[in-house]
């Protein structure tokens, strides 16, 4: 007994645990529910109850079986047969009305209640990713996030319906189970052991097969969203390498793998209603033969409402079992889901409690060590480096050499494993991630734009904005003349990933961006890597500019952007190896030398008069 309870907790706690949750968040709902399944059920049973007298037509004292009941119809009704048979049709004619407006409320209810628990786990869902770290990311599928967003919370809710299900179809069996015991209770104990062993059976060998199919479910369903996910993403690689017949092999083999994992538990949830519907059945009619040839003190009246009682009893029964499919064959998307929430809450970063308004000195980074998520290599090691305000600092070195850690340290999407960074003598993780990253700008080579208009990718993460501002933005990055020559100006939609515009307009709208937030440290990781030399020209002044504003940290290649830096710091192995200005490094035996004569970086000219 303790085994099979240890099974159940196993098997059923992370749902009881959510039921109870979604209960507790929505009890209006759900105890709302309750209400009106209770009284709908009470209807049915009042409806049934109704039949006997009709059948009887005998005197109401004479019955012997529910005398409360009885009294109530003698008094109330006259007592003239004809007469009383109307006032009784009548009588049932407004419970089954009652019964139905009861029934069609109690629906209302059981679809709301797990539609606000598909939102509620959604959008949770949702902002837990978004909060959690890039380590996360790193590891997971595109696919699986969105499965685990939009299609386990939707078999979540399914599951939810289905507990409705449940509680509806239990508080009617109550009610037909208490009927059947007022006419004959030692027929009626017979009838439902019977059928609730018959019920257990069919459950019992089900299981099984139900907890495989809900596992395969899972896997196929990542497996449909992440092709979808990686082809939209590659599809210019597939059309290149002529892979379009092996994607669309591999997607309709995931495809059919699902439809037949879902068949197949569409089948054996209905199959258990014509079973246990079989089952009574039989019963039934063993109860009409025993009923007719043994006397058992029950008149026919009697004894037809106790075979109609049974025999309705068993679609309550069924629905229960089919409702446990459900449950059964969606216990693994409860288990990914908490597995999920989990490894996102582990990758968070811990926020700071100070509030970062203004950098008034300059960013110190003190013996930062960083490694990657799976990965034993270091990326930066014993790394320091002091940026005063109004400084613009350079990063160059080989690809590997640890540039791009240091961005991603300064717009804290990682903290380091030792060191630490200051922001004017406070270190950076006592701050709030949010006013930290409001203050920044960050732009890097490859540009994130959403499918929205222009003026809405420009003000992303922003409120607030005047047109001016726009404009003013838009025309220090060299953006404003494409932009208002685009279909629809500043309302032009962009597509998914800014596919209408060039590299360097998307490179350019980036920039602006960046300038419209007017930060106080500017991050370029190779910012200007797709613009001309007369684009950049420009953008090279913009940055001058704004100089004594702010910080500037740049990672480039091109010889004219690292030569206006006031140092240029040399990286080779996660370490700076060389610090001076760009004239000094030139001018001596030096790693940056020899970059520049090895051409590691691009020597295009400076255009500025």
């Known amino acids: 007994m303790t ?22 968040a929505q009890p209006l709902l759900f105890f709302g529910f309750v209400l009106l399944a209770t ?47 109307a006032a009784i049709a009548g009588v049932l004619a407004v419970v089954i009305l009652l ?4 029934q069609v409320a109690a629906s209302f209810v059981a679809i709301r209640l797990p539609q606000r628990v598909l939102a509620r786990l959604s959008i949770g869902t949702y902002d837990t990713l978004l909060e959690a770290g890039l380590d996360f990311f790193a590891k997971a599928d595109g696919g699986v996030l969105r499965t685990l967003v939009q299609d386990y919370p939707q078999r979540m809710a399914s599951s939810i319906k289905s507990i409705t299900d449940v509680v509806g179809s239990l508080m009617l069996s109550v009610i037909y189970a208490s009927l059947m015991l007022s006419v004959s209770w030692s027929m009626t104990l017979v009838a439902i052991v019977l059928v609730g062993f018959a019920g257990a059976a069919v459950k019992r060998t089900l299981t099984v097969p139900l907890e495989k199919t809900g596992l395969a479910l899972s896997v196929y369903q990542e497996q ?50 014509p079973l246990i519907t079989t089952v009574g059945g039989l019963f039934v009619c063993g109860m009409l033969i025993y009923g007719s040839v043994a006397a058992i003190g ?20 069924s629905r229960i079992l089919t409702s446990f499919v459900v449950i059964d064959s969606n216990l693994d998307a409860i288990r990914r889901l908490e597995a999920f929430s989990l490894a996102s809450k582990a990758s968070r970063l811990v926020d700071g409690s100070h509030h970062f308004e203004k950098l008034k000195n300059g960013v110190q980074f003190n013996g930062l060590e960083f490694a ?17 305000r109004g400084e613009m600092v350079a990063l160059v070195g080989p690809s590997g050499a640890g540039k791009t850690s240091v961005v991603n340290m300064l717009g804290r999407l990682y903290d380091p494993q030792k060191g630490n960074i200051e922001i004017d003598g406070v270190d950076l993780r006592e701050y709030e991630i949010a006013s930290w990253r409001r203050r920044i700008a960050v732009v890097t080579q490859d540009i994130t734009l959403f499918n929205m208009s222009v003026a809405d990718n420009l003000t992303f993460g922003l409120s607030d904005v005047t047109r001016e501002q726009l404009v003013r933005a838009a025309r220090r990055a060299a953006a404003l003349e494409f932009i208002e020559a685009l279909p629809e100006g500043w309302n032009t939609s962009l597509g998914d990933r800014g596919v209408r515009l060039s590299g360097g307009q998307q490179q350019r709208l980036s920039i602006a961006r960046a300038m419209l937030r007017e930060p106080e440290l500017l991050i370029l990781d190779e910012a ?37 830096a006031d140092r240029i710091a040399v990286m080779r192995g996660g370490q ?13 035996d030096s790693q940056y030398r020899s970059m520049l004569e090895a051409q590691q970086l691009e020597l295009v000219p400076d255009l500025t008069p």
């Open 528 to 564: 200007t890597s797709q613009l001309d030399s007369l684009t950049e020209r420009t953008i090279q002044e913009i940055i001058a500019s704004y100089r004594h504003d702010c910080s500037i940290v740049v990672v480039a290649h091109r010889l004219s952007t690292i030569s206006r």
């Open 99 to 102: 019964r139905g407006a009861l």
């Open 3 to 24: 085994a099979v309870h240890t099974s159940f907790g196993k098997k059923y706690g992370r749902f009881v645990v959510i039921f109870y949750e979604t209960v507790k």
């Open 298 to 317: 029950i008149d026919t009246a009697h004894l037809l409402v106790l075979v109609l009682c049974l025999y309705r009893l068993t679609a309550p029964v």
């Open 576 to 588: 700076i190896v060389e610090l001076g200005t760009h004239a000094e490094l030139a001018s001596c």
């Open 224 to 273: 449909w969203n992440t092709q979808i996910y990686e082809t939209g993403l590659g599809l210019k690689l597939i059309r290149l390498l002529g892979a379009e017949a092996l994607m669309r092999s591999s997607f309709r083999r995931v495809v059919h793998n699902y439809l037949r994992c879902d068949a197949q538990r569409q089948l054996i949830g209905e199959a258990q209603s």
């Open 372 to 388: 990657y998520p799976n990965s034993d290599v270091p990326a930066l090691k014993n790394f320091d480096l002091k940026i005063p």
């Open 39 to 85: 009284a709908a059920a009470v209807t049915e049973g009042l409806g049934v109850g109704l039949l006997i007298p009709l059948l009887q037509q005998s005197t109401f004292s004479s019955a012997g079986v529910a005398p409360w009941f009885d009294r109530i119809l003698a008094n109330g009704l006259p007592a003239d047969p004809a007469s009383r048979t």
